[in-house]
C-alpha cells in the first residue's frame, strides 16, 4: 500500500479522534454547542471522507485493472485536503469569537478542501478511462478480455 494511502487513513482516523474529543466537550459543556460545525466536518469530512479518499486510492484503480493515473495529484491532494478542512474547522471554531471575519479562514479551507476532492475525482477518472481504453484496444487486437455492456 502505497504511503499516501496510509496517510490519508491515518488522517481520517485523527480527525475521528479530534471529532470524538470536542463532541464529549459539546455533550460537557452545553455551552459548547457552538462548536457544532466544526465537530460535524471533523466526523463526516475529516473521518469519513479522508477514509472513502484512502479506501478508493487503494481499491478501485485495483478494480479497473489499471495504475493510478497520478500518483503526484493523490500527494498533492492528501495535503490539500488535510489542511483545506484544519483551515475549515479553525474558521468554525473562533467564528462565534471573531464573527464574520472567521468566514474567510473557512471558506479558504474549504476551497482547499474542494480541489482536493476536485483532484481525486480528475485523478481517478483518468485512471478509469486509460483502463477502459486499454481494454478495447486489447479486445479490437483480439488478445481476449471481457465484452463490455452498453
Not at 5 to 32: D, H, M, Q, T
Not at 68 to 96: E, T
Not at 110 to 134: E, P
Request: net charge positive.
Amino acid at each position: 500500500m502505497d504511503w499516501f494511502i496510509k496517510a490519508f487513513i491515518r488522517a481520517s482516523l485523527l480527525w475521528f479522534a479530534a471529532g470524538i474529543v470536542l463532541g464529549v466537550c459539546v455533550a460537557i459543556e452545553p455551552r459548547w454547542i457552538i462548536y457544532r460545525p466544526a465537530h460535524a466536518h471533523m466526523n463526516v469530512v475529516g473521518f469519513l471522507t479522508m477514509l472513502v479518499f484512502g479506501v478508493g486510492y487503494q481499491l478501485l484503480p485495483r478494480l479497473f485493472g489499471h495504475p493510478l493515473h497520478s500518483r503526484r495529484l493523490a500527494i498533492a491532494h492528501l495535503f490539500l485536503a488535510n489542511a483545506g478542512l484544519a483551515g475549515m474547522v479553525i474558521g468554525f471554531l473562533v467564528q462565534p469569537h471573531v464573527g464574520a471575519g472567521a468566514r474567510w479562514v473557512t471558506a479558504t479551507g474549504g476551497t482547499l478542501f474542494a480541489s482536493g476532492a476536485l483532484a481525486w475525482v480528475w485523478n481517478l477518472w483518468h485512471t478509469f478511462n486509460a483502463a477502459d481504453a486499454r481494454q478495447r484496444e486489447r479486445e479490437k487486437s483480439g488478445r481476449g478480455g471481457l465484452p463490455t455492456v452498453d
